[in-house]
């Protein structure tokens, strides 16, 4: 997110103008609807009709009929240049932005920013659009921009298959391929970075690749999603302490080197190929120990030599030659024919 911006206007003081025109109790209702008083606590309808004894409908009436006898009023007029800046604010930073986002650029104060979400309410220029399953609440200023940027998010969203990773300039690009027809201005990395943060379905993990929310490859969950993205971004069979150090390093959680061997185990995504070197099941490496080894690869390629069952083994396995060697002497499991290849038992 971008640093804060300095706003030529104080937020407080433009409040305290629009609602001066309004009843001591009205005041009162929209101070405490939106966190205008000296607690920057919002209050419920129920709460505000408790205080003073009427019905929820009867605050909400006295708080739509105060904030349009606002739009109507001299001072509503008076409030239009911080209108016009907080407009270029939003365009400037894609034109729609998740409502969470908006505020943190705009202040880090929780009190001040509830006097700037006012402004925005009262402000007949910016839409609100609330949550819903497929967008956070967010702000916009471009109708018809805002349902196109919607629009590309769900089309990149449906392109995801469930537990995809994709790099963030790879997203970058996939999304400026479902959104061409969006003004060339907007078309920068902080503003896609922005747009793809209105999503609730698509996020990115700790690791900096993005992915739908509902995948564990996203929101990690435990220690064996940890040790999952762990050896996914190593690329190659990594050993389990070195896995629980980079979970310690990467997810800022704590990983004890037994814990995370015990969740290795016990989960099938991980494949145990040497003495405590894991890789994922997904690269293509077989299941069991070297013994299963041996036995799948005579079941998928029939009869074979000692030296050519040891090459294959070693694909799978980081182990000694003369560890292969012991299993395939075993009578139990595996037989010798005279041509010198091996077959099971």
């Not at 006295?62 to 007029?77: C, T």
């Not at 793809?196 to 995948?215: C, M, Q, V």
């Amino acid at each position: 997110m971008t640093e804060k911006i300095q706003l030529t206007f104080k937020p407080k003081q433009v409040t305290k103008h629009l609602l001066s025109l309004l009843t001591k109790r009205g005041r009162d209702v929209i101070e405490s609807r939106y966190g205008l008083g000296s607690k920057a606590t919002k209050m419920t309808l129920d709460a505000i009709g408790k205080k003073y004894g009427i019905t929820r409908e009867r605050v909400r009436q006295i708080e739509n009929h105060s904030l349009i006898a606002i739009r109507k009023s001299k001072e509503y007029k008076d409030t239009q240049p911080t209108f016009t800046e907080l407009k270029e604010v939003i365009l400037n930073l894609g034109g729609i932005v998740a409502e969470k986002d908006l505020l943190k650029y705009l202040s880090k104060d929780p009190a001040t920013q509830n006097h700037l979400n006012f402004i925005l309410v009262v402000g007949e220029e910016f839409k609100r659009e609330k949550e819903d399953e497929d967008f956070k609440h967010r702000w916009h200023v471009d109708p018809e921009l805002a349902k196109k940027i919607q629009n590309s998010l769900k089309k990149l969203y449906s392109r995801l298959s469930d537990d995809e990773l994709v790099l963030e300039g790879d997203l970058i690009n996939n999304f400026l391929d479902e959104c061409k027809d969006v003004n060339e201005k907007y078309k920068n990395e902080e503003v896609i970075k922005r747009w793809l943060s209105i999503s609730h379905k698509i996020d990115k993990n700790p690791l900096g690749e993005w992915g739908k929310t509902s995948s564990p490859n996203v929101n990690a969950k435990g220690m064996r999603d940890y040790a999952f993205l762990v050896i996914r971004k190593h690329g190659s069979p990594i050993h389990f302490k070195e896995v629980a150090k980079a979970i310690s390093q990467y997810f800022d959680k704590k990983a004890h080197v037994a814990t995370t061997h015990n969740e290795l185990i016990k989960d099938p995504r991980f494949v145990l190929v040497g003495r405590g070197l894991y890789a994922l099941a997904e690269w293509g490496y077989m299941s069991g120990v070297v013994k299963d080894v041996i036995r799948k690869i005579i079941e998928k390629e029939g009869p074979l030599t000692k030296d050519k069952i040891i090459d294959k083994v070693l694909k799978e396995r980081y182990v000694k030659e003369n560890t292969i060697m012991v299993n395939l002497q075993n009578s139990k499991y595996f037989k010798k024919d005279k041509e010198g290849r091996y077959s099971i038992a």
